[in-house]
């Protein structure tokens, strides 16, 4: 209900969570560091995290999941709250020194969400981030799957990279129809190719309700809302 993991820094996710189930109803999770994946929790080996509320901020990754990573044969359930992304791309860009990784042109995939496996279900709540590609969700994996029944995707890029707000490959994301659910919405996200959405080879998108708004494509004008 209260409380925070804050200021750490490890390999793998600051909250770690295996075989498991955590409840969320508040709190914070803020400024830690992941040096290889899940900036703020790493979800792994039929783990279930139920968030309600409380705040993901501040955490940084250089490489998969700025704040979330999500492994196979897990769930997340996102009820409320807010998982937001830290600006990861400037903060890693080609060249500049960092304490987390030293090797230079280091590609951050999820701002806010990396998926290489398991379930998202998103109910309610808030994500943005930014990152190369998958400004906010970054999904990659046959088993890896995303469904919006209702929240918001805002306000979320992948500076020179695809799908701003969200980049699926080898995995699936859907927008859903919940009956006491709010329908989602993924606005105002910004890359290259894909402003908000980047579908490739072997990912899927099925949407049967909600909004996708106000993207756009920067350099190669590629699919302002969907590519």
Do not use: W
């Amino acid at each position: 209900y209260g409380g925070k993991i804050y200021g750490n820094s490890c390999s793998y996710g600051n909250g770690f969570l295996r075989t498991k189930t955590l409840n969320m109803y508040g709190g914070t999770v803020s400024n830690n560091k992941a040096e290889k994946a899940g900036g703020g929790m790493y979800i792994n080996n039929k783990s279930t995290l139920n968030l309600y509320g409380g705040t993901f901020t501040g955490n940084e990754n250089v490489s998969l999941g700025g704040a979330v990573q999500i492994q196979g044969g897990t769930t997340f359930n996102m009820y409320g709250g807010e998982i937001k992304g830290l600006d990861t791309v400037k903060r890693y860009a080609a060249g500049s020194a960092n304490t987390l990784h030293s090797a230079p042109n280091v590609t951050v995939n999820g701002g806010a969400v990396s998926m290489t496996g398991g379930t998202f279900n998103m109910y309610g709540g808030k994500l943005s981030g930014k990152a190369n590609n998958g400004g906010a969700v970054y999904i990659k994996g046959s088993n890896a799957a995303f469904a919006m029944y209702g929240g918001s995707i805002e306000e979320s890029s992948a500076a020179g990279g695809k799908g701003g707000s969200v980049y699926v490959e080898g995995g699936s994301f859907s927008m859903l129809h919940h009956d006491h659910c709010a329908a989602p919405r993924i606005v105002g996200g910004n890359a290259s190719e894909g402003g908000n959405l980047d579908i490739r080879s072997g990912g899927t998108f099925d949407m049967q309700t909600g909004t996708v708004s106000g993207g756009t494509a920067a350099s190669n004008n590629f699919g302002g809302n969907l590519y």
